[in-house]
């Protein structure tokens, strides 16, 4: 069960605040969110060009906000694993190696969906 008092719209208010104070943290702290939300902004209005149709714009976006969604998660595993200390372990090193790999992965994923429109689209 949920918190008393925390239901309908004053849930959606503070689940609300609480997503804008974790994007804020994102963009002070994780330069990597910063890059990312730069590339966002650049091919953003490049999707409406490339894509043709309205799925392949949908696509084009949608794998920049999968990869902005990613990061975030990335660095929530990042933040928790560091909030234990500064030792070594090596289930600590595995955490933060895998949640690279996903944005790794998610990288490959939208040059593989911008490189297919673009070639539908001139080749």
Do not use: C, Y
């Not at 234990?84 to 090193?93: F, I, P, R, Y």
């Amino acid at each position: 069960m949920g918190k008393p008092g925390n239901t309908g719209i004053r849930r959606l208010i503070r689940a609300t605040r609480f997503s804008s104070q974790g994007l804020a943290h994102a963009w002070r702290h994780e330069a990597a969110f910063r890059q990312e939300i730069a590339l966002a902004v650049v091919l953003t209005p490049a999707a409406f060009w490339l894509g043709q149709t309205v799925l392949e714009r949908a696509m084009l976006i949608s794998v920049l906000l999968l990869l902005l969604i990613v990061e975030l998660l990335n660095s929530a595993i990042e933040a928790a694993v560091d909030r234990h200390g500064d030792e070594q372990h090596e289930l600590s090193g595995r955490a933060k190696d895998l949640g690279s790999a996903a944005v790794f992965v998610a990288l490959v994923l939208v040059g593989v969906v911008w490189g297919a429109v673009a070639w539908q689209r001139f080749l």
